[in-house]
């Protein structure tokens, strides 16, 4: 029986402990019987409760109600408790008079009412108390179940980010490589640590916001290494930008589609805004770039889109209720703002 293999079984033991316990005393006391006539006969009584309660719930439950035929268990439940009633009531009178039969006793049907109103208090109580039950385990497997879907999202999202990484810094090395091979031999150092910050430490759900940003800043040296004077960059860090947890690689696709859609007059300013800080448990970040008026205009769909579109799906995850983002596209400059509450 599934009782005896519930975590919940010590509290039944005590439930009919206790019962047994009570109505012992309480028969000894109220008729001056003895304690092993009670004990006997009270025993028994319980034995059949006990099977009529476990009988709803571990089988008319499962069976009926579980399955929406409410009027079914309840005809079932009903009969059953009648029946056991009866029953209950027939073995007590029997009991009583084989060991006292001079005692005036009523009929089976008057004890019974005694027995099923008893019978209809204790199977409410285990009722009541298997559907709560039932009810909290369902809602804890509902959040369990939400939990893993979402961290598997959370996977996949980070694993979409790899090769969208890979992506662009292998591209910005080709160009280096064909401009300056010494310098593109540096820039091979700088890519393998931001590889390995990748591999081997963005697998846990946040990280310090120190090592993001040395993330972000080896990847703005790269890219300025790539776009030479043609780019004028305005990068800052605020000094306040410390000691709290983000979620990891959670800022470069901005940045990344700044450099991306950013635009490539030939004398005219092309710029990069990007601003890093820290204010009232809120962390903000900035960032601005120039575009030109056809054709080059960061999209949100298609390959130039993947990595905004990943972030927004992974900050609605992570920080759902906790940020905003305003991203703003102009005429002449794209702008994104992403502020979020550290908690």
């Keep these: 029986m599934r009782l005896f293999f519930s975590k919940y079984k010590g509290a039944h033991i005590l439930f009919w402990a206790f019962s047994l316990t009570f109505w012992t005393y309480s028969t000894c006391n109220t008729y001056h019987v003895s304690v092993w006539e009670s004990l006997r006969n009270n025993g028994i009584w319980l034995i059949l409760q006990a099977l009529l309660v476990y009988a709803i719930i571990y089988w008319l439950m499962p069976r009926y109600f579980h399955s929406r035929q409410y009027w079914r268990f309840g005809l079932s ?203 009232d448990d809120h962390f903000l970040l900035e960032v601005e770039n120039s575009v030109e008026p056809v054709g080059s205009r960061p999209v949100v769909n298609g390959a130039g889109g993947i990595g905004l579109e990943n972030v927004k799906r992974r900050l609605e995850l992570i920080y759902k209720g906790n940020y905003d983002l305003q991203i703003t596209p102009g005429d002449t400059v794209f702008k994104v703002k992403l502020t979020i509450k550290i908690i």
Aim: aromatic share 12%; proline share 3%; with cysteine.
């Design 77 to 279: 439940a009903s009969a059953l408790w009648l029946a056991m009633s009866l029953l209950n009531a027939w073995l007590m009178r029997w009991m009583v008079k084989a060991d006292h039969p001079q005692a005036q006793l009523g009929s089976v049907l008057s004890l019974a009412v005694f027995t099923a109103m008893t019978n209809f208090y204790v199977c409410f109580v285990f009722i009541a108390a298997k559907t709560i039950k039932e009810k909290l385990a369902a809602e804890r497997h509902q959040r369990e179940t939400e939990k893993e879907r979402t961290e598997n999202e959370l996977r996949f999202l980070k694993s979409q980010m790899n090769p969208h990484f890979l992506f662009n810094a292998i591209n910005s090395i080709y160009v280096l490589i064909r401009k300056d091979q010494e310098m593109a031999a540096g820039t091979l150092a700088t890519f393998a640590d931001m590889l390995r910050y990748q591999l081997y430490e963005c697998n846990t759900e946040t990280i310090p916001v120190e090592r993001e940003v040395v993330y972000l800043n080896n990847y703005v040296q790269l890219e300025k290494l790539r776009k030479g004077k043609a780019l004028q960059l305005d990068y800052r860090v605020g000094e306040n930008v410390r000691h709290f947890p983000v979620a990891p690689l959670l800022l470069i696709p901005f940045v990344e589609n700044a450099f991306k859609y950013v635009s490539t007059y030939t004398g005219q300013d092309n710029h990069i805004r990007l601003h890093l800080d820290y204010n």
